[in-house]
Nanobody, 119 residues
Framework: QVQLVESGGGLVQAGDSLRLSCAAS????????MGWFRQAPGKEREFVAR????????VYADSVKGRFTISRANARNTVTLQMNSLKPEDTAVYYC????????????WGQGTQVTVSS
């Protein structure tokens, strides 16, 4: 069992940066690919970024490519999402996930953290 806790969300202006963190409060993220997803009001949850356990290979949604960076620190049991050049359309609840799978599903989810970008 892995329990994930996100932090770092908030209200910022367009063009600002935010850094989201995800920590395993119970269990470990070792051995799992990790991902970030987001869900805006009235919309379905969507994939944002993913990082593998071995090699740290990353994949990004086209909408965030070049602006967001996912990274992990296995020794600290944490994953981060550095978000730069934020846009109002990035406003959503952001979720950390362990072992992300197709269909925007994952084995374990965090509770989410709100990111609001004002124009």
């Amino acid at each position: 069992q892995v329990q994930l806790v996100e932090s770092g969300g908030g209200l910022v202006q367009a063009g600002d940066s935010l850094r989201l963190s995800c920590a395993a409060s119970e269990g470990t993220i070792s051995g799992y690919a990790m991902g970030w997803f987001r869900q805006a009001p009235g919309k379905e949850r969507e994939f944002v970024a993913r990082i593998t356990w071995i090699g740290g290979a990353t994949v990004y949604a086209d909408s965030v490519k070049g602006r967001f960076t996912i990274s992990r620190a296995n020794a600290r049991n944490t994953v981060t999402l550095q978000m730069n050049s934020l846009k109002p359309e990035d406003t959503a609840v952001y979720y950390c996930a362990a072992d992300p799978r197709s269909g925007n599903s994952a084995r374990y989810w965090g509770q989410g953290t709100q990111v609001t970008v004002s124009s």
